[in-house]
C-alpha cells in the first residue's frame, strides 16, 4: 500500500505554472522570515529603551505581514480573480434557481417586520381578500370571505397565498382596529328617487342597531387612538351622499360594528329600512296606485 502511495505521488500531474506559484510563495514567506529575523535582531542590539523597543518590533512584525500579504496578492492574483468569477457566477446560478423562494422568505421578512397583519385578521391582497388562519416562513393561508369585496361571508374555500406577493402588493387590514371597526356600505339611488327619506330611515335604522354597544366601541377606539399615537375617529352612525354621476346618487352608510357582526348589522339595516318601503319617485308610487 505504501508503494502505491509514492507511485501515486509521483505521478500526480502538478502543471509548471502550479509548480511557480508554489515555488514564489515559499521564497516569499522564507525571505520575510529571515528579514523579520534580522529587523528584530537589528532593533534589540539598536535600541535601548523598552517602551521604543517594542514600539519597533510590533511596528516591524506588522509591515512585514502586509508585505507578506501584498506579495501573495500578486503571486495569486489571477488566481484569486478566477475563482472570484467562479463563485458569483455559482451565486448568480443559485439566486435565478431559488427566485421565488427568496422573495418568499424576504416578503415573510417584510410583513413581519411590518406588522401587517396577525392570525384571525381579515385581509386582501391584489383580488384576495379572506381570513388569516395561517403563516409561516414561504405562505400565508386564509378563508376566502365573499363573493366580491363587499359581502362579508366565507365562501367555504380556502387560498394559500405565497408570501412573495407582500413584496409586490400592498396589503388592506380590515381588521387594523381588532376587536371594533367602522363597516362602511353604500345604498344607490337615482336622482328622481326619494332618496332624501331613504336617508333619514337608514340613519335612524343605523342608529338604532348600534346603540346597545356604542359606548363600549367609543372606548375601545380611545384606547387603539391612544396607542398608535392616532386621532381619535367619530364612531356615531353617519350617512353621507355621494354623486357618481349626474343620474345617480349613493349614501354612504357607515356604522360601528363588532368585528365579527359586520354582515349581521348591514343586512338588519336594510332589511329595516326596505322591507315595505322602496323609496320610488312620487310619480311612480301614483302610477302604481292606480294601475292596483
Known sequence: ML???ISWFENFPVSHELT???ASTLFLITSMLVLRALANRLIRRSVNSTDLRRKWLVQSRNGLLLLTLLGLFMIWGEELRTL???VVAIAVAFVVATKELIMCITGSLLKTGARSFDIGDRIQVKDFRGDVIDQNLLAT???EVGPGKLTHQRTGRMIVLPNALFVSEPVINESFTHDYVLHAF?????????????????LAAATKHCAHNLEAIRRHMQR???QRGLE???????VTLQFPDAEEVHLI????ANASQKSFIEQSILTEVFAEKDYLPAEKLAQDALQS
Open 186 to 202: 353604500t345604498v344607490p339611488f337615482m336622482r328622481e328617487d326619494n332618496w332624501r327619506a331613504a336617508q333619514q330611515a337608514l
Open 253 to 256: 352608510v357607515r356604522v360601528p
Open 3 to 5: 508503494e502505491s502511495l
Open 232 to 238: 381619535v375617529p367619530t364612531v356615531d352612525p353617519r
Open 20 to 22: 511557480r506559484l508554489l
Open 141 to 143: 393561508t386564509i378563508l
Open 224 to 226: 387603539v387612538a391612544t
Open 84 to 86: 472570484a468569477l467562479s
